[in-house]
């Protein structure tokens, strides 16, 4: 099992900036995948962000040149540097790790972003 917790939501204003943390616990494998992923009220869940252990990054369009994902593997840590952001960005986020074909979520964290 894998425990992840985030840390850092919040209320920005629109173009103001948030960085989002995830502290992974548990038993973790070193060859893992770990994301970011987002729903918006009545909306699905979407990826944001993901990035495997060998550092390989894939992004949402809508983030695409605003966002960084990084990670430290030996501290099983993962962050979301998010900039400029924009109203659109409200939504709970979510730290995800997958690893030998199971997917661990977090609770989630709230990112608001004021117009």
């Known amino acids: 099992q894998v425990q992840l917790v985030e840390s850092g939501g919040g209320l920005v204003q629109a173009g103001g900036s948030l960085r989002l943390s995830c502290a992974a616990s548990g038993s973790i494998f070193s060859i893992n995948t770990m994301g970011w992923y987002r729903q918006a009220p009545g909306k699905q869940r979407e990826l944001v962000a993901t990035m495997t252990s060998y550092r390989s990054t894939n992004y949402a369009g809508s983030v695409k040149g605003r966002f960084t994902i990084s990670r430290d593997n030996a501290k099983n840590t993962m962050n979301l540097q998010m900039n400029s952001l924009k109203p659109e960005d409200t939504a709970v986020y979510y730290c995800?790790?997958?690893?030998?074909?199971?997917?661990?979520w977090g609770q989630g964290t709230q990112v608001t972003v004021s117009s």
């Open positions: 995800t790790e997958y690893q030998r074909g199971a997917s661990y």
